[in-house]
């Protein structure tokens, strides 16, 4: 199995709603990562998981909230999203830190 | 500054009219170059991952170089399938996590 899963694949959300986006990896992978991708622009780091634990966060706000409940399971929960942060959102796994990245198919986030 | 930059932005070939996308890059410490396609909506798909100039890999009508300052993708006889985004990302710094890159991005068009 060398898929990464993501669930949901669109998501329409208001400003004031809460709702938590899921990934699923089954390779064994030891290092997980969320990527922010506007339309036309290359993907953005905002988090890595490593050994399940937060190894990096790039100054992402608040309202964005990673979690990783064990080594083959990442959540990003919403809270209070901004208009601005309508995006695909990219879940990732490696081997480790500087191995190829396996991306699954994103969830596409609307905040109205 | 350490900078990843993709050329051209665009590429328009005919079917079996080969060509070479460019990424040329600025950091300290290179560890690794990747090469990722991206259809729209779906995340990156490896492609290939070099590590030291001189280095070239091969998959099907793509071939990958590296030198000490840039990677060519070289595209021969495109087929439409071949339409995408190809994204590189440059691996670079010291220590157990280094930093990652993308560059912007070449989005590429064969028409039949």
């Known amino acids: 199995d060398t898929e990464v899963t993501q669930t949901p694949k669109h998501l329409v959300m208001g400003m004031t709603n809460k709702k938590s986006l899921k990934c699923e990896q089954h390779?064994?992978?030891?290092?997980m990562y969320w990527y922010k991708q506007k339309a036309k622009k290359p993907p953005e780091l905002m988090f890595v998981?490593?050994?399940?634990?937060?190894?990096i966060n790039e100054s992402v706000p608040s309202r964005f909230s990673p979690e990783c409940p064990n080594s083959s399971l990442l959540n990003l929960h919403l809270h209070a999203l901004q208009p601005e942060d309508s995006a695909l959102y990219l879940c990732?796994?490696?081997?480790?830190?500087?191995?190829?990245?396996?991306f699954g198919s994103g969830t596409q986030l609307s905040v109205l | 500054e350490d900078q990843v930059t993709q050329s051209p932005e665009a590429l328009r070939l005919q079917e079996g009219e080969s060509s070479s996308l460019n990424c040329s890059y600025t950091?300290?410490?290179?560890?690794?170059l990747f090469w990722y396609r991206q259809d729209p909506g779906k995340g990156p798909e490896f492609l290939f991952t070099?590590?030291?100039a001189g280095e070239e890999k091969e998959k099907e009508r793509l071939k990958a170089t590296l030198t000490k300052k840039e990677s060519f993708l070289h595209i021969t006889a495109p087929k439409p399938e071949d339409s995408a985004t190809y994204l590189c990302?440059?691996?670079?710094?010291?220590?157990?996590?280094?930093?990652?890159?993308f560059g912007q991005g070449t989005t590429l068009q064969v028409k039949p």
């Open positions: 390779m064994g992978h030891r290092a």
């Open positions: 990302a440059v691996e670079y710094g010291s220590g157990n996590t280094g930093k990652l890159i």
């Open positions: 070099l590590y030291s």
């Open positions: 998981y490593s050994y399940e634990k937060l190894s």
């Open positions: 990732a796994s490696s081997q480790g830190w500087g191995e190829k990245l396996f």
């Open positions: 950091v300290s410490g290179l560890r690794g």
